[in-house]
Nanobody, 127 residues
Framework: QVSLVESGGDSVQAGGSLRLACGIS?????????MGWFRQAPGHEREGIAG???????NFADSVKGRFTISRDIAENKLYLQMSSLKPEDTAIYYC????????????????????WGQGTQVTVSS
């Protein structure tokens, strides 16, 4: 059973940076998984913001493009989300997700693509 645990959430000021991490356990080879970052703000639906396929291709939501990057360390079984130029509207609970295998780029930002989910980590950006 694959398990995901997010970490790195914090309270920061607008314009600041933060790096989230997602630890993956239970996978024979984490590089075989496509993975994504999602977030859910109060009163809003969960949205996909960044994804990386098992083939290494990445996709970003327009709301974070140019400010956030996604990367992975397969040897360490870690997924990262580097966030910069943070805005108050980035305040949300951030979740990582995983699914075995590759897929079209557009699928990387869809909730229904993913089978495994973490519990989330809170990011709060103050103005």
């Amino acid at each position: 059973q694959v398990s995901l645990v997010e970490s790195g959430g914090d309270s920061v000021q607008a314009g600041g940076s933060l790096r989230l991490a997602c630890g993956i356990s239970g996978a024979e080879y984490s590089g075989s998984y496509s993975m994504g970052w999602f977030r859910q703000a109060p009163g809003h639906e969960r949205e996909g913001i960044a994804g990386i396929g098992s083939d290494g291709r990445v996709n970003f939501a327009d709301s974070v493009k140019g400010r956030f990057t996604i990367s992975r360390d397969i040897a360490e079984n870690k997924l990262y989300l580097q966030m910069s130029s943070l805005k108050p509207e980035d305040t949300a609970i951030y979740y990582c997700a995983a699914v075995l295998g590759p897929g079209p780029l557009a699928w990387l930002l869809r909730q229904t693509t993913y089978r495994y989910w973490g519990q989330g980590t809170q990011v709060t950006v103050s103005s």
